[in-house]
T-cell receptor, first 112, second 117 residues
């Protein structure tokens, strides 16, 4: 049974700092891994999707890496801003109609 | 990216009543939609996979007679919580895949906050 763990559960940083969020999964037989952002009381916004054959994806100040063999992914946020404050969720899929398995998320607070 | 909508965004109902939540893919046809539930400070948990034109596939522990799913068209799936009780209060989120996208991305709706009094 796939399990996804995110560390830390919460993180508070001053504005401008670079930070890393961690995600680990127990079953390396994944098709892809996605990072999402969730604002309080809102749905999910997909940030980055990494296929199992890829090692990283970048979008603006975000960079996600994937080490499938070790069951780990990181989300790097450069020059953090107060608007980055949200909960960041990591999820893995075996593809097709297979479900996404989510971690519990990391709640990020960026202080002005 | 593709857009998925949900309606209503928030609903409050009395215990024992039924509530229907709609999930729509606005600019693509989705043969598969997913329904998730999220409790405070918990992960999103998949409840069921909704397949257009066939019965939904429910996850272990989810009562199919309580959470009725209908995927009658390629752009609409509905979740009906029957005889709702306070313990059904939660945040319900749907997602959909665009079968024409090779990346297998799931697009999520904005969620529905259900409160059962």
């Amino acid at each position: 049974k796939q399990e996804v763990t995110q560390i830390p559960a919460a993180l508070s940083v001053p504005e401008g700092e670079n930070l890393v969020l961690n995600c680990s999964f127990t079953d390396s037989a994944i098709y892809n891994l996605q990072w999402f952002r969730q604002d309080p009381g809102k749905g999910l916004t997909s940030l980055l999707l990494i296929q199992s054959s890829q090692r990283e994806q970048t979008s603006g100040r975000l960079n996600a890496s994937l080490d499938k063999s070790s069951g780990r992914s990181t989300l790097y946020i450069a020059a953090s801003q107060p608007g980055d404050s949200a909960t960041y969720l990591c999820a893995v899929s075996r593809g097709g109609s297979e479900k996404l398995v989510f971690g519990k998320g990391t709640k990020l607070t960026v202080n002005p | 990216g593709a857009v998925v909508s949900q309606h209503p965004s928030r609903v409050i109902c009395k215990s024992g009543t039924s509530v229907k939540i709609e999930c729509r893919s606005l600019d693509f046809q989705a043969t598969t939609m997913f329904w998730y539930r999220q409790f405070p400070k918990k992960s999103l948990m998949l409840m069921a996979t909704s397949n257009e034109g066939s019965k939904a596939t429910y996850e272990q522990g989810v009562e199919k007679d309580k959470f009725l799913i209908n995927h009658a068209s390629l752009t609409l799936s509905t979740l009906t919580v029957t005889s709702a009780h306070p313990e059904d209060s939660s945040f319900y989120i749907c997602s959909a895949r665009d079968p024409l996208e090779r990346t297998d991305t799931q697009y999520f709706g904005p969620g529905t906050r259900l409160t059962v009094l």
